[in-house]
């Protein structure tokens, strides 16, 4: 079975643009979700879906967006990106659709460098 | 919010040595994951544990969640240079509607 697919795989912006990320979960898993890592903050929850709905938020500014689609592949965008956002973008898979009660999956993330 | 504290922050052992990584919780777990993860790249899991008492081996890997699920440790017994890496717990909150990350525990692994 393929992992959780994530693309690309390093980016390089410049301030004021935007970026969209994409994540493709393990064959069969419905729930995706997003982290952000940084050396300062650590891993950060950023939103998880489930069956095309937001069902968690983490505490992020509006400029950062998701969406996911039937087939269960899921983007997240930053728009009018800042230096900060400058970090490892993960993005897990999981299998369970109520409570976290089966493993996170990970892909092995895109490196978002911001100019 | 509930927070995860893990420790140390980081780790340099000789090969062979055994150590021990701990997170801690101020509330209760419902689920402690631990998650191995290699610089810039993705996190491998490890283990999960979920009832207190608990206790999960995987190879030179021993994983514990103590009686009270306020918590778990992880254990490597005779250390290798592939155990290097950051090693992170995970934990979801009651309701199951979002998961925190501990703030990883580096280790080095001396040949």
């Known amino acids: 079975k393929a992992g959780v697919t994530q693309t690309p795989r390093y980016l390089i912006k410049t301030r004021g643009q935007q970026v969209t990320l994409s994540c493709s979960p393990i064959?069969?898993?419905?729930?995706v979700s997003w982290y952000q890592q940084t050396p300062g903050q650590g891993l950060q929850f950023l939103f998880e879906?489930?069956?095309?709905?937001?069902?968690n938020k983490g505490n992020f500014p509006g400029r950062f967006s998701g969406r996911q689609f039937s087939n269960s592949r899921s983007e997240m965008n930053v728009s009018t990106l800042e230096l900060g956002d400058s970090a490892l973008y993960l993005c897990?898979?999981?299998?369970?659709?109520?409570?976290?009660?089966?493993?996170?999956?990970f892909g092995n993330g895109t490196r978002l460098t911001v100019t | 919010s509930q927070e995860l504290e893990q420790s140390p922050q980081s780790l340099i052992v000789q090969e062979g040595k055994n150590l021990t990584i701990n997170c801690t919780s101020s509330?209760?777990?419902?689920?402690l994951y631990w998650y191995k993860q290699k610089y810039g790249e993705g996190l491998i899991f490890l283990m999960m544990?979920?009832?207190?008492?608990e206790e999960k081996s995987h190879e030179k890997i021993t994983a514990k969640l103590d009686e009270k699920k306020q918590q778990s440790s992880l254990h490597i017994t005779a250390s290798q240079p592939s155990h290097a890496g950051i090693y992170l717990c995970?934990?979801?909150?009651?309701?199951?509607?979002?998961?925190?990350f501990g703030t990883g525990t580096s280790l080095t692994v001396i040949p």
């Open positions: 897990a898979s999981s299998l369970d659709d109520s409570s976290y009660n089966s493993p996170l999956h």
């Open positions: 064959s069969g898993h419905r729930s």
């Open positions: 879906y489930f069956s095309e709905t937001q069902r």
């Open positions: 509330k209760t777990l419902y689920g």
């Open positions: 544990l979920q009832k207190g008492g």
């Open positions: 995970g934990a979801a909150t009651i309701t199951g509607n979002q998961f925190y």
